[in-house]
Nanobody
């Protein structure tokens, strides 16, 4: 069993920055992928970024490349999402998830994630 707790959301002006954290407890296997997703009102949950727990390979959605960076601290069992140059369209509830990696690659499909946190609200004002 894995428990995930997100933190770090809030209200920020366009162009600002936030850092989200996802603290994991329980058994995190080396073959796991940790992912950040977001869901805006009336929209489906979409992939933002992911990282393979061992090895550290990453993947970012095209919409956030160059602005967001996912990283991990294995000693703290924590995954981070550094978000810079935020835009109003980044406004959403951000969720952290854990999934088994597919052939060592980041998983981008939310249905394949077994564990989820409760989400943290990010609001970007124009």
């Amino acid at each position: 069993q894995v428990q995930l707790v997100e933190s770090g959301g809030g209200l920020v002006q366009a162009g600002g920055s936030l850092r989200l954290s996802c603290a994991a407890s329980g058994r995190i296997f080396s073959g796991y992928v940790m992912g950040w997703f977001r869901q805006a009102p009336g929209k489906e949950r979409e992939f933002v970024a992911g990282i393979v727990w061992s090895g550290g390979s990453t993947k970012h959605a095209d919409s956030v490349k160059g602005r967001f960076t996912i990283s991990r601290d294995n000693a703290k069992n924590t995954v981070y999402l550094q978000m810079n140059s935020l835009k109003p369209e980044d406004t959403a509830v951000y969720y952290c998830g854990a999934a088994a990696a597919l052939f060592g690659n980041v998983v981008v499909v939310p249905e394949l994630y077994r564990y989820w946190g409760q989400g943290t609200q990010v609001t970007v004002s124009s």
